[in-house]
C-alpha cells in the first residue's frame, strides 16, 4: 500500500472516534471512507516481461487512443491511457533506462478522456533512455485529480515496471515512442501497469539491450 492511504485512512478513523463519541451512526460515513482510501491506495506486485524491447503500461485502466501522432515534426506512436477512481493508481517505468529530461507543466484540469487533455492539463512529462530508444510518458491529471507524485529524479537508473509515482484519483498517462515499435494493445482494452505489454521496439539485429538482458520476470520492488 502507498503511505498516502495509511495517512488518509487514519485521518478518516480519528474522525470516526470523535463523532462516535456522540453516535455509532455519525461514525459510518468517515469509517466507509477510511476504507475506501485504504483500498484506493493499494499496490499489488506485478510480474514484469522480459521479451527484449518490450515497452510495459505505465498505468492500470483503458487504453483510449492508440495512433501515430506527430510531436515536433517526429512520427511517433502515442498511446493513451485513462484511470479511473477505481484503478490502481500506482504509475511504473515503461522501460528500463535512465531519465533524462522531467518537465512539470502547470494546465487545466479537464475532462482525462479529451484528447485536448494531453497537452491542456496539468502533467509530468518524463523522457527516458535506454540506449536504442527514447520513450516520453506523461503523467496528466484530470478532473479529480489534483495531485502528481513522481519519486525519482533527473539522472536516476530505472529499471522496466519499476514504480516511479502515482497520480491521485482519475487522470490518464500517455506514452510516446517511436514508429517502427510493434503496438500491441488496440482502443479498448484494459491494461495493468507493470505488467501489459503495450508494444515492442524495434531492436537492430545483432544487439541486445544490457537491461533486457537483467531483466527478469520476478516481482519487482
Given amino acids: ?114 484528447e485536448i487533455s494531453s497537452e491542456q492539463n496539468e502533467q509530468n512529462i518524463v523522457t527516458v533512455r535506454d540506449g536504442q530508444q527514447t520513450l516520453v510518458f506523461k503523467q496528466i491529471a484530470g478532473l479529480i485529480a489534483r495531485r502528481i507524485v513522481f519519486t525519482k529524479k533527473l539522472g536516476d537508473k530505472v529499471t522496466r515496471g519499476e514504480r516511479i509515482g502515482l497520480i491521485k484519483f482519475g487522470s490518464r498517462c500517455d506514452v510516446l515512442f517511436e514508429s517502427t515499435a510493434e503496438v500491441k494493445v488496440k482502443v479498448g482494452d484494459i491494461v495493468k501497469g507493470g505488467s501489459s505489454l503495450l508494444a515492442v521496439a524495434a531492436i537492430p539485429a545483432g544487439t541486445t539491450s544490457a537491461k533486457d538482458t537483467n531483466m527478469s520476470s520476478s516481482r519487482q520492488s
Wanted: glycine letters at 8%.
Fill in 1 to 114: 500500500m502507498v503511505k498516502d492511504g495509511i495517512y488518509y485512512g487514519l485521518a478518516f478513523v480519528c474522525v470516526a472516534l470523535v463523532l462516535g463519541y456522540f453516535s455509532l451512526w455519525l461514525a459510518i460515513p468517515p469509517v466507509l471512507l477510511a476504507a475506501f482510501f485504504l483500498w484506493f491506495f493499494r499496490d499489488p506486485e506485478r510480474t514484469i516481461p522480459d521479451v527484449p524491447g518490450a515497452i510495459v503500461s505505465p498505468a492500470d485502466g483503458k487504453v483510449t487512443d492508440v495512433r501515430v501522432a506527430q510531436i515536433d515534426g517526429r512520427s511517433l506512436w502515442r498511446i493513451s491511457i485513462f484511470l479511473n477512481v477505481f484503478n490502481v493508481h500506482v504509475n511504473r517505468t515503461p522501460i528500463s533506462g535512465v531519465i533524462e529530461a522531467i518537465e512539470y507543466r502547470k494546465g487545466k484540469f479537464g475532462n482525462a478522456m479529451g
